[in-house]
């Protein structure tokens, strides 16, 4: 793997708006931090203003221990005005690995008279990634056989499996192939193909299997719907897949499923990432269920004083990201607000609520509102670190 130079970008440490992530000291014993500490890591697209008409891709790190941000690195590989989406984001020990994705270049347009910028698809990427959390240093791995976004990816046994999304930018077709990535010897292999082809589905390991969940389907079946409901499940140990009809339910693309205490969690689809409760999967019914305590109607809904005080009118914000990390028994909530307001400058309001899953009573927190210079835009779904 070759190292890599973060490009510099509008968040280089000299005008980034939150603090900047340094090395990180790893304590020699274990016994004198006997509490584990992780990062919940992201990857947003940026502009300092809302007018700007320049953006970048930069990753951020929140700290569940103190509730606060601190800004990582800019994303190799973007040139100013290009973003990522539709890419996975996972961790293996204390690396983050960025796989795939679709590229886009912010064009700026004019409409009635005002500059906007308008996503122009640049290409799909087979580029793999790989971020070391320790030594804040960027590797260039060995690219997927197949270039996809919009897929699903989980790691099983330090390893990294993708399977699905799609290949080209032209038109709603999704692919059926998948393939592992070996960490140690940075290479991909290609698994066989799943029975259905599937794109905006999602990944995640359970029971040492890989699943892959619901998504936009295709084959040849004139019963889509039910394709739609049901999963691919890959048996690591066996080398082969089976497909489990109506492990999803809905026809709508699960938004996020993450895995506690070896339940599989999920809080909405990609229409409504938020439905109001978080639902647990029974495997042996094959059906979801609310978690008892779970529900929280005012998950997303936030408001502001513009003029900084109580006696203040209040301004609406507009929630621009909402994603789901699991640590522990715990369930963070990471939610972004754009604040409405003048065009010449705007805000990240950042809110993390946490929810206990082993509590019985008050298993929600909502945790300080924070403030950050800047918009910033989630471009994939969050990944945990575990930091020592």
């Known amino acids: 793997m070759g190292l890599l130079t973060s490009p510099s970008s509008s968040t280089s440490p000299s005008t980034e708006p939150f603090p900047v992530s340094s090395p990180i000291l790893v304590p020699l014993s274990s016994s004198e931090n006997p509490d584990p500490r992780y990062g919940i890591y992201l990857v947003f697209s940026y502009k300092q ?19 606060a941000w601190t800004h990582e ?42 500059s906007r910028l308008k ?42 499996y993708v399977a699905g999304g799609q290949s080209t930018l032209d038109g709603a077709k999704g692919i059926s192939s998948a393939e592992v990535y070996d960490v140690v010897n940075n290479e991909w292999r290609s ?91 029974d495997g042996n019914l094959n059906l979801w269920y609310p978690l008892d305590g779970s529900r929280k109607e005012n998950l997303l809904s936030l408001s502001c004083s513009s003029s900084g005080n109580e006696g203040g009118s209040s301004e609406p914000l507009q929630r621009i990201c909402l994603t789901m990390a699991p640590i522990g028994g715990y369930l963070y909530f990471i939610a972004g607000y754009r604040v409405a307001g003048d065009q010449s ?7 993390v609520h946490r929810f206990d899953t082993s509590a019985t009573d008050n298993q929600w927190e909502t945790f300080e509102l924070m403030q950050v210079e800047g918009e910033r835009e989630l471009c994939s779904h969050c990944c945990v670190v575990q930091l020592s």
Request: proline share 3%; glycine share 8%.
């Open 49 to 67: 203003h809302a007018d700007d008409l320049t953006m970048s891709c930069v990753m951020g790190c929140y700290d569940p221990l103190i509730n």
């Open 73 to 114: 690195s800019s994303i190799p590989g973007t040139s100013v005005n290009h973003i990522f989406k539709g890419f996975a984001m996972v961790s293996v020990k204390t690396s983050i690995y960025i796989v795939g994705g679709s590229e886009y270049r912010k064009e700026k347009i004019e409409i009635n008279g005002t």
């Open 119 to 160: 996503d122009v698809g640049v290409g799909v990427r087979s580029t793999v990634s790989r971020y070391d959390v320790i030594t804040k240093e960027w590797f260039t791995c060995a690219p997927l056989i197949t270039p996809r976004y919009d897929f699903a990816c989980s790691v099983c046994d330090d390893k990294i």
């Open 191 to 281: 698994l066989p193909c799943m029975s259905t082809v599937r794109y905006k589905c999602v990944g995640v390991t359970w029971r040492n299997k890989f699943h892959v969940i619901g998504g936009f389907t295709y084959s040849g079946n004139k019963m889509q719907f039910t394709d739609r409901c049901s999963a691919e499940v890959y048996d690591v140990e066996k080398g082969k897949w089976d497909h489990l009809t109506g492990m999803w339910q809905l026809d709508v693309p699960p938004n996020q499923i993450v895995v506690v205490d070896e339940k599989l969690i999920s809080s909405g689809d990609c229409l409504n990432v938020w439905k109001g409760d978080i639902e647990t999967y």
């Open 345 to 351: 400058s705007c805000c990240t309001m950042s809110m």
